[in-house]
C-alpha cells in the first residue's frame, strides 16, 4: 500500500526528469539492496517443520468460493488498475492539467488505498459489493466529467479510496477459502489481481483508439468494475445460505 502512495508518484516524477528508461534504472539498482535487507531480515526457515504435499496444496482450487473470489479480483483489477495505468492522457490532454501536477494526482489515489479495508472487519461481503458499485459509479462519472480539471482529479483520488476498501478483504478471503494451502490462497488473489492489471491495461489501449478517445478508459473500467458485482454479490448469497439457521 505505501508503494502506491511513495513509489508510484516518485517513479512518474522521475520519468519525467529522467525519462521512462530512468525509473527501471534506479530499480535495478535498488534491487539488489532488497535483497540484502530480505536475507538479513526475514528468518529463517526452521528444520523439522511440517511438510505440505502438492495434491494438499491444490486442493483448495476445487472450491467454487474461492474461484469467485479471484474472478472479482480480477474484474475489479481489469476496471481500475488498468485505467490507473493511463491516467496521465486524460489528465493532460482532456481536462488541461499540468504534467508536473500528476504525480500528486497520483499520491491522492494511493492515499485511497491507506484508507480502505476497515470497514471490511465488520462487514466483509457487503463491503467488497460497496467497493466494485462505488468504483464503477466514480470511472463512469469521472468518464462524463473527463473535460473538467478539479473534478478529475479528486475522481482519481475518489477512486483509489473506494475501489480499494475490498481488496484486504478479498485477499483474506481468499485465504480463508484456500483452507489447508493459506499461501497459495494469498498468492493466488495477489495473481489474479496483477492478471486483471494486465488485461485491464491491454483493454485500455484499445479504449484511448475508440470514439471516446481519453474518455475511453474511464468508461470500459466503469463496465469492468461493474461486472465485479457478479462474483461478489453471489459469494455474498453463498455466505447468507451457509450461515442462515435450517429448521425441521
Same mark, same amino acid.
Not at 511440517?50 to 473470489?69: A, D, F, K, N
Not at 504534467?99 to 476497515?118: I, S, T
Given at each position: 500500500? &505505501?508503494?502506491?502512495?511513495? @513509489?508510484?508518484?516518485?517513479?512518474?516524477?522521475? @520519468?519525467?526528469?529522467?525519462?521512462?528508461?530512468?525509473?527501471?534504472?534506479?530499480?535495478?539498482?535498488?534491487?539488489?539492496?532488497?535483497?540484502?535487507?530480505?536475507? =538479513?531480515?526475514?528468518?529463517?526457515?526452521?528444520?523439522?517443520?511440517?511438510?505440505?504435499?502438492?495434491?494438499?496444496?491444490?486442493?483448495? #482450487?476445487?472450491?467454487?468460493?474461492?474461484?469467485?473470489?479471484? /474472478?472479482?479480483? /480480477? %474484474?475489479?483489477?481489469?476496471?481500475?488498475?488498468?485505467?490507473?495505468?493511463?491516467?496521465?492522457?486524460?489528465? %493532460?490532454? +482532456? $481536462?488541461?492539467?499540468?504534467? !508536473?501536477?500528476?504525480?500528486?494526482?497520483?499520491? *491522492?489515489?494511493?492515499?485511497?488505498?491507506?484508507?480502505?479495508?476497515?470497514?471490511?472487519?465488520?462487514?466483509?461481503?457487503?463491503?467488497?459489493?460497496? !467497493?466494485?458499485?462505488?468504483?464503477?459509479?466514480?470511472? #463512469?462519472?469521472?468518464?462524463? #466529467?473527463?473535460?473538467?480539471?478539479?473534478?478529475?482529479? $479528486?475522481?482519481? !483520488?475518489?477512486? *483509489? &479510496?473506494?475501489?480499494?476498501? *475490498?481488496?484486504?478483504?478479498?485477499?483474506? &478471503?481468499?485465504?480463508?477459502?484456500? *483452507?489447508?494451502?493459506?499461501?497459495?490462497?494469498?498468492?493466488?488473489?495477489?495473481? $489474479?489481481?496483477?492478471? @486483471? %492489471? !494486465?488485461?485491464?491495461?491491454?483493454?485500455?489501449?484499445?479504449? &484511448?483508439?475508440?470514439?471516446?478517445?481519453?474518455?475511453?478508459?474511464?468508461?470500459?473500467?466503469? /463496465?469492468? /468494475?461493474?461486472?465485479?458485482?457478479?462474483?461478489?454479490?453471489?459469494?455474498?448469497?453463498?455466505?447468507? +445460505? =451457509?450461515?442462515?439457521?435450517?429448521? @425441521?
Amino acid at each position: 500500500m &505505501l508503494a502506491n502512495v511513495v @513509489g508510484v508518484p516518485l517513479g512518474a516524477f522521475a @520519468g519525467q526528469l529522467m525519462g521512462w528508461r530512468g525509473p527501471f534504472s534506479i530499480l535495478a539498482v535498488l534491487a539488489p539492496a532488497a535483497m540484502v535487507l530480505i536475507a =538479513r531480515s526475514v528468518p529463517k526457515e526452521r528444520r523439522g517443520g511440517q511438510t505440505v504435499s502438492i495434491r494438499s496444496e491444490l486442493s483448495p #482450487l476445487r472450491s467454487g468460493r474461492l474461484w469467485l473470489v479471484l /474472478a472479482a479480483c /480480477a %474484474t475489479t483489477s481489469v476496471g481500475v488498475l488498468g485505467t490507473y495505468t493511463y491516467v496521465a492522457p486524460p489528465l %493532460t490532454d +482532456r $481536462a488541461g492539467v499540468a504534467a !508536473a501536477l500528476v504525480p500528486l494526482v497520483r499520491v *491522492g489515489f494511493g492515499a485511497g488505498f491507506l484508507v480502505g479495508g476497515r470497514a471490511g472487519d465488520v462487514r466483509p461481503y457487503a463491503t467488497t459489493i460497496k !467497493a466494485a458499485a462505488s468504483a464503477a459509479v466514480v470511472l #463512469l462519472t469521472r468518464g462524463l #466529467l473527463s473535460a473538467f480539471a478539479v473534478p478529475t482529479m $479528486a475522481l482519481v !483520488a475518489l477512486l *483509489g &479510496l473506494v475501489a480499494f476498501l *475490498g481488496t484486504p478483504v478479498l485477499i483474506a &478471503l481468499g485465504v480463508r477459502f484456500a *483452507g489447508k494451502a493459506p499461501t497459495l490462497g494469498s498468492a493466488l488473489t495477489v495473481s $489474479a489481481f496483477d492478471l @486483471g %492489471t !494486465a488485461a485491464g491495461s491491454w483493454v485500455t489501449v484499445l479504449a &484511448l483508439g475508440s470514439p471516446c478517445q481519453v474518455a475511453g478508459p474511464a468508461m470500459v473500467g466503469a /463496465a469492468m /468494475a461493474a461486472l465485479a458485482l457478479v462474483p461478489t454479490i453471489t459469494s455474498a448469497l453463498i455466505q447468507g +445460505r =451457509r450461515s442462515r439457521p435450517a429448521f @425441521g
